[in-house]
C-alpha cells in the first residue's frame, strides 16, 4: 500500500472513530447524528453584574432555548491546564544545585501561575444546532435568523468557522482522550 493511500485510511479512520464524515465552512457533518451548526457565544463577565441583570440574562436564554427545540448548549473549559508543568517546574527546583538557574525556575513557576491566573475562567460556550431534513434552500436564512434571535436577546454570538470546529473537535478529544495513556 502506498505512503498516500495509508495517510488517506488514518484520516478517515480517525473522522470514523470521532464520528464526522465531513468538515464544511460552518459545520460538521457526523455519520449518525445529522449536520451540527456551532455559535459562538462570548460570555458575559457574570462577577460585575447585578442579580437582577444576571438573572435578566438567564430568563433571555431560557426563552431562546424555549422557543427553538433544535438548540443544544455546550460548555466547556478553554484553558490550558498547568499543573504537569507546575510539578515538573517544583521537581526540578528541588533538584537544582545552582542557585542562579533555580531562581530562573521560581521565575517560570511565577509566569506560569500568573498566566493560570488569568485563565482561571476561560470557559467558553457555544450553542449547536442539529440540522435533520433541512432545506438547502432555506438553511441560511433559517440560521441567520437563529443568530438574529440570539443578538436580540444580548448575547455576542457569531458562526463558527471551520478553523473555530477544528478547535473545538480538538478541546473535546484532548477531555475524552485526556486520560488515556499510550
Do not use: W
Not at 463577565?45 to 422557543?67: D, H, P, Q
Not at 478529544?173 to 488515556?180: A, C, D
Request: proline share 1%.
Amino acid at each position: 500500500m502506498s505512503k498516500k493511500r495509508k495517510e488517506e485510511k488514518q484520516r478517515a479512520s480517525t473522522r470514523q472513530l470521532i464520528g464526522v464524515k465531513e468538515i464544511s465552512d460552518f459545520s460538521i457533518v457526523t455519520y449518525e447524528h445529522g449536520e451540527l451548526v456551532f455559535f459562538l457565544i462570548k460570555p458575559s463577565n457574570i462577577s460585575v453584574l447585578s442579580e437582577e441583570s444576571i438573572k435578566a440574562r438567564v430568563y433571555a436564554l431560557m426563552n431562546v432555548l424555549k422557543g427553538m427545540a433544535e438548540i443544544e448548549m455546550c460548555a466547556y473549559n478553554s484553558r490550558e491546564n498547568f499543573d504537569g508543568n507546575k510539578r515538573n517546574l517544583k521537581k526540578r527546583i528541588n533538584e537544582e544545585k545552582n542557585y542562579i538557574v533555580r531562581q530562573l525556575l521560581e521565575k517560570d513557576m511565577e509566569h506560569l501561575d500568573s498566566i493560570q491566573i488569568q485563565t482561571a475562567t476561560a470557559r467558553e460556550f457555544s450553542i449547536v444546532v442539529r440540522l435533520i431534513n433541512q432545506n438547502e434552500k432555506e438553511l441560511i436564512p433559517y440560521l441567520n435568523r437563529i443568530e438574529k434571535t440570539l443578538k436580540e436577546q444580548g448575547f455576542a454570538i457569531r458562526r463558527a468557522e471551520t478553523e473555530d470546529i477544528k478547535r473545538l473537535l480538538a478541546i473535546y478529544l484532548v477531555s475524552v482522550l485526556g486520560g488515556v495513556s499510550r
